[in-house]
């Protein structure tokens, strides 16, 4: 597409604003909002001007101008304001070099896929997340000095079966047990119509849905798959997916969370990511090695195991992500391969015979992680392995949680906290500096941020569990 094309598109719409939206270092969309007549032809050239200095993690006072360059690949129609308004994607530029900010993560993905090309092992590499959430009917917490706590309802709840109920809103006693929600029908699944209108609305800005369901988790946890697309198309679309899916659960008077584990007890939320290489429109990754994978598909396999303690740091960037990467729990946390152990970091699909299917899914990382520096970091580190023949050793195909403690000892694992993911982050790195796909400065302001604003609070503050285990001291 091209800016004549948008600009005859927004009229065709009756735009009446123009929504020019961005991503900061953590991975939250933001925006700037014009009227329609400020969207021109030179727009797409010169950019708009912001200041970048109060964003997390961005640039500091005596660096904050920054300017907003629109995708002209990527806008749709905003299906939740009243007055119609397009929207469009922007890259965050240098005003006096006119590159990519270094600290922008849609730039870093855009400099993996010109990596990408450069190094002639491939042209494309196609992504497909797998983001799961949950849907609850009310949230509430707090952290004050003299009291902290959380509190979630959903009416699928196992624990509204003991609900008294009245006539306006009676008990049916249908509530999901714990663990059990995998795709149920109603009346357990109450979530239907909900996700039937987050498919609907996905449709309508060019996201096509392949299938939704109820996932494992009780109280309203989903999944909804959509296409997979290119590195830097497909974290685009999940970036309006998770603005579609919070948007419509606030319509429907619901409020929906990516947070990796809210609910104690019960399966966390992940984001299973599918990776394939393809060049000149031909699979790279099918071949007749284990579970029909080529000779390149198990070196970048070999990249990912080697470096997954410093993907973490990126794909799993929170300290709640900890608590659902936890051994002895089907989490993905053995760095290992398989094309049936889902407790395998990296898992092959085996649905299909075709070629054009063949691809890897790494498993650990969830949907509270910015696509675009995961998805980078993730193709970084499958190239080294095909750059340097990092060979993964032999798949784990036996039920992990069986074997003798001898034979688990040499199966590593993944860092067991976000700071230990960041120290394997600080250790090795090198890998994502090629082609200055990632800087140094990026990663060490990634690190900085999280040591400080994350995990130091969290580490500040008592835990209300703590008074259980400890008051009668």
């Not at 123009?18 to 991503?23: A, C, E, G, L």
């Not at 006693?173 to 609305?201: C, F, M």
Request: hydrophobic letters at 40%; one cysteine or more.
């Amino acid at each position: 597409m091209n800016a004549k094309h948008i600009l005859h598109y927004a009229s065709d719409q009756g735009a009446k604003f123009v929504s020019i939206r961005f991503t900061d270092l953590l991975g939250a969309w933001h925006h700037l909002t014009y009227p329609i007549l400020h969207l021109t032809e030179d727009a797409f050239e010169d950019g708009y001007g912001f200041d970048a200095s109060s964003l997390r993690g961005w640039a500091a006072i005596h660096e904050s101008d920054m300017i907003l360059v629109p995708d002209t690949s990527r806008f749709w129609m905003d299906p939740f304001t009243n007055e119609p308004t397009l929207c469009l994607i922007a890259n965050v530029v240098e005003p006096m070099t006119k590159e990519g900010y270094g600290l922008d993560p849609r730039s870093v993905a855009v400099r993996a896929e010109s990596y990408l090309r450069f190094t002639g092992i491939a042209d494309t590499v196609f992504i497909g997340p797998e983001a799961e959430f949950f849907i609850f009917d009310n949230v509430s917490f707090h952290n004050d000095q003299q009291s902290a706590g959380f509190s979630i309802d959903s009416e699928e709840g196992h624990w509204n079966s003991r609900r008294t109920g009245d006539e306006l809103n009676p008990n049916s006693g249908y509530h999901i047990r714990a663990k059990e929600g995998y795709v149920p029908v109603a009346p357990l699944d109450t979530l239907i119509d909900l996700r039937n209108a987050i498919s609907l609305a996905l449709g309508e800005v060019g996201i096509n849905v392949e299938c939704h369901h109820h996932e494992v988790a009780t109280a309203g946890q989903c999944e909804i798959d959509f296409k997979f697309a290119s590195l830097l198309h497909t974290a685009d679309n999940l970036m309006l997916f998770k603005y579609i899916v919070k948007n419509t659960a606030a319509e429907f008077g619901r409020t929906a969370t990516f947070m990796p584990k809210p609910l104690y007890g019960d399966n966390g939320s992940g984001m299973h990511v599918h990776q394939s290489l393809w060049k000149d429109d031909q699979p790279l990754f099918a071949g007749d090695q284990y579970a029909g994978l080529s000779e390149m598909a198990k070196f970048y396999i070999g990249g990912l195991l080697k470096h997954a303690p410093a993907l973490v740091a990126f794909a799993a960037p929170t300290t709640n992500s900890y608590k659902r990467l936890v051994p002895g729990f089907e989490a993905p946390v053995n760095l290992a391969y398989s094309a049936r152990n889902r407790s395998a970091a990296v898992r092959i699909p085996m649905f299909s015979a075709s070629p054009k299917a063949k691809r890897l899914e790494f498993r650990p990382p969830d949907p509270s992680c910015n696509p675009y520096i995961t998805f980078a970091a993730l193709l970084m580190a499958g190239l080294d392995g095909i750059q340097n023949k990092i060979d993964p050793g032999e798949p784990l195909d036996k039920d992990i949680y069986d074997l003798p403690p001898e034979e688990l000892a040499n199966v590593p694992s993944l860092p067991g906290t976000l700071d230990e993911a960041l120290t394997a982050l600080e250790e090795d790195h090198e890998f994502l500096l090629k082609g200055d796909v990632f800087t140094t400065s990026m990663i060490e302001r990634w690190i900085k941020y999280k040591r400080e604003r994350e995990i130091t609070q969290l580490r500040l503050r008592p835990h209300p569990l703590e008074f259980s285990m400890y008051y009668d001291a």
